[in-house]
């Protein structure tokens, strides 16, 4: 089976910096998605690594280790619309199934 | 907007009702997905279809039954539903499987 973890719940200030970590453990891997859900939105994505190191894209970052199984997303000068639940998913052996961890809830405070 | 629209947004049924409901893309993708979100829990995978045909059925029970015309319409057809079923259902497309996929808003379902 797939099992994907990563914390439940993280505060910061408005213009700090938030590290979201993810572990993962699954058949196979080709690629991990980091994905942005606010309260009674859709899911959008943000970043996708396949390799490892670093993808920067903005004020975000996303971070890949194949060999540790470890994945994590940094949120930079943090603003209150950040405020939302992060979603880390992986694709395993089967392309057709992405298996997502339970979210990350990020709030923001002035 | 991410080009991929669910109807309705917000469902009440009553465990004896028949719905549906229904999802399009207008991102021209070969793949859509049905999930089923529940608080605290992870995205559950519930249906896969690959040009048209059902690819993926992640164990779900019959009482929900996809439905997928044509490669922009997917449909999830629901009957004789359980209030554990009750949960925020979410349509995705991907121009293939393993791409990145676009979701859609969601369709909020409570079952009374």
């Known amino acids: 089976g797939q099992n994907i973890d990563q914390p439940t719940e993280m505060t910061a200030t408005e213009g700090a910096i938030v590290q979201i970590n993810c572990t993962y453990q699954t058949s196979g891997f080709n690629g991990l998605f980091w994905y942005q859900q606010h309260a009674g939105e859709a899911p959008t994505f943000l970043s996708y690594n396949v390799l490892d190191g670093l993808e920067e894209k903005g004020r975000f970052s996303s971070f890949l280790s194949r060999s540790k199984g470890y994945s994590y997303l940094l949120l930079k000068e943090l603003q209150m619309k950040d405020s939302a639940s992060y979603l880390c998913?992986?694709?395993?052996?089967?392309?057709?199934?992405?298996?997502f961890g339970a979210g990350t809830t990020v709030t923001v405070r002035a | 907007e991410t080009g991929v629209t669910q109807t309705p947004r917000h469902l009440v049924m009553g465990m004896t009702n028949k719905k549906s409901l229904k999802c399009e893309q207008h991102?021209?993708?070969?793949?859509m997905y049905w999930y089923k979100q529940s608080a605290k829990k992870p995205l559950e995978l519930m249906f896969v279809?690959?040009?048209?045909?059902?690819?993926e059925n992640n164990s779900v029970p019959s009482r929900f039954s996809p439905e997928c015309p044509n490669s922009s319409h997917l449909f999830l057809h629901l009957h004789t539903l359980q209030p554990e079923d009750s949960a925020l259902y979410l349509c995705a497309s991907s121009q293939t499987p393993g791409a990145e996929q676009f979701f859609g808003p969601g369709t909020r379902l409570t079952v009374l």
């Open positions: 279809y690959s040009l048209e045909e059902r690819v």
């Open positions: 998913a992986v694709y395993g052996s089967n392309d057709y199934k992405l298996s």
């Open positions: 991102l021209g993708h070969n793949a």
